[in-house]
């Protein structure tokens, strides 16, 4: 054998082994196993996929799907499946930060039993819409006073 063929079959054999370590190091990741859960709303407005999921403050999944059925929506979140939820949970939409980004709340219960996956909540909720309020009441402050032009 030449050495130029030599050569050839160590670097055939070098990078064989070197695509065989990384499909085998990536083939053992795992993804983390998470659960889906349903909630049904009368309005998400501002709501968006990928949005998170959080309890206590801390994220624990995200929004997957949103459809209409039956003139609600239906939202459907995953969470990773260590959490354990109790089926008196609620799941609420929440507004935060100066933007008023949306995201989801799960208030949890106090039921020794858990959600199982693909389950629905029972209690469902919205945030509150602080600039709704306070138009609302401008205008029956504006009714009241009988104020017609601003």
């Known amino acids: 054998m030449t050495p130029q063929n030599r050569n050839?079959?160590?670097g055939i054999?070098?990078?064989t082994v070197l695509i065989g370590t990384v499909l085998w190091a990536s083939?053992?990741?795992t993804a983390p196993v998470q659960n889906t859960y349903y909630?049904?709303?009368s309005t998400v407005q501002g709501l968006k996929i990928g949005a998170p999921v959080y309890i206590f403050g801390v994220q624990v999944g995200t929004v997957q799907h949103m459809q209409l059925i039956n003139g609600q929506v239906q939202v459907?979140?995953?969470v990773?499946?260590?959490v354990t939820i109790p089926i008196d949970s609620s799941?609420?939409?929440q507004t935060a930060g100066l933007f008023a980004e949306k995201s989801m709340t799960v208030l949890l219960g106090f039921e020794a039993d858990a959600l199982a996956d693909k389950a629905e909540f029972m209690y469902t909720g919205n945030a509150v819409d602080v600039m709704g309020l306070l138009n609302q009441q401008l205008d029956r402050?504006?009714?009241k006073r009988g104020v017609k032009n601003l």
């Open 39 to 41: 909630g049904i709303f």
């Open 27 to 29: 083939g053992n990741r």
């Open 13 to 15: 054999v070098a990078i």
């Open 80 to 82: 990773d499946s260590a």
């Open 141 to 143: 402050n504006i009714e």
């Open 76 to 78: 459907s979140i995953r």
């Open 91 to 93: 799941l609420e939409v």
């Open 8 to 10: 050839l079959c160590i």
